[in-house]
């Protein structure tokens, strides 16, 4: 998924919009995007969204934080319309991902569906707790798919009053959790997934952010606008030169018969380069 989309769960009407946008995921959001009194009625709203919509598209669901009273009447209420995935917000720690996964193990066997079958992406940096106890999210549940990150929860966490400069970038404080995400999601063996876009209007910015998302390693981007969708997505599609690239590396790795390095183009290659063409070309895959 190059793109996730968000759409509030207490608008329905938002719901066609969403998804015919384009993107790759739509995300119904249950947390933050809907308030405490309209929550119930959403939560009716997104399952219904789950039973009578054909998924051209996967469909996740935003529940609220495991710590929290709502998130297992969220589980229970979409749980029987399976979702593709949950969307865990203000993961603490790994030991949330476990306590969420034995949540939904016991969900499936309830609706007869099969173990695993609703994956889960899981937002792990909008504490200051959770940021530094980053070697728990090693380790996480088999249906853990991807992590993502936030910066507004955890600007509120330590007290910052703004978290990006003038220009729209990042403060230091956040590009940190920004790259604990990523790395936590590579020690795990999992996909990062860079966070939302303050931008909609302003398209050369939003995929100006996008390719560095992908350049760093990201392989996809939360959306909050659908006008968002297309400078995500050609910023996460390679371009014909890296395709070309990417072949030319496994070809001549392949023809090397095991020779550690060999040249390219005036350079060496080696074992590192073969993993970020095979990157590539999953990533072309993806489109």
């Known amino acids: 998924m190059r793109s996730m989309l968000f759409v509030p769960g207490d608008r329905p009407e938002r719901f066609a919009k969403a998804l015919t946008s384009g993107a790759d995921a739509v995300i119904c959001d249950l947390e933050d995007a809907v308030t405490p009194v309209t929550r119930p009625q959403a939560r009716l709203n997104v399952a219904d969204l789950l039973r009578t919509t054909g998924r051209s598209i996967p469909l996740w ?4 934080p495991v710590q929290t009273d709502d998130a297992l009447p969220d589980l229970a209420a979409v749980a029987a319309a399976r979702p593709d995935g949950i969307v865990l917000p203000k993961a603490r720690s790994g030991a949330d ?9 016991a969900l499936e066997e309830q609706h007869g569906l099969e173990y695993g079958s609703i994956k889960v992406l899981a937002l792990i940096t909008e504490t200051a707790n959770a940021v530094l106890s980053g070697a728990s999210f090693t380790t996480p549940p088999a249906r853990v798919i991807g992590y993502t990150w936030g910066a507004e929860d955890l600007a509120a966490d330590v007290g910052a009053s703004a978290n990006r400069t003038a220009d729209g ?5 956040f590009r940190l959790a920004r790259s604990s995400c990523l790395l936590m999601a590579a020690a795990a063996g999992i996909a990062a997934y860079d966070t939302t876009d303050i931008e909609f209007r302003d398209v050369a910015a ?5 390719q560095a998302s992908r350049r ?5 981007k939360l959306a909050i606008h659908p006008a968002q969708l297309a400078p995500i997505h050609t910023a996460f599609t390679p371009t014909s030169d890296e395709v070309t690239w990417a072949r030319r590396v496994i070809e001549l790795m392949s023809a090397a018969g095991g020779q550690g390095a060999v040249a390219l183009d005036g350079r060496m290659i080696d074992r590192p380069h073969v993993k970020q063409a095979e990157r590539i070309l999953a990533a072309l895959e993806r489109r």
Do not use: K, M, P, S
């Open 61 to 64: 669901v935003r529940i609220n």
């Open 97 to 105: 991902l476990h306590r969420l996964d034995h949540w939904l193990e």
């Open 169 to 173: 970038e990042f403060e230091f404080t």
């Open 206 to 210: 939003v995929e100006r952010r996008a």
């Open 216 to 220: 760093d390693g990201f392989v996809g």
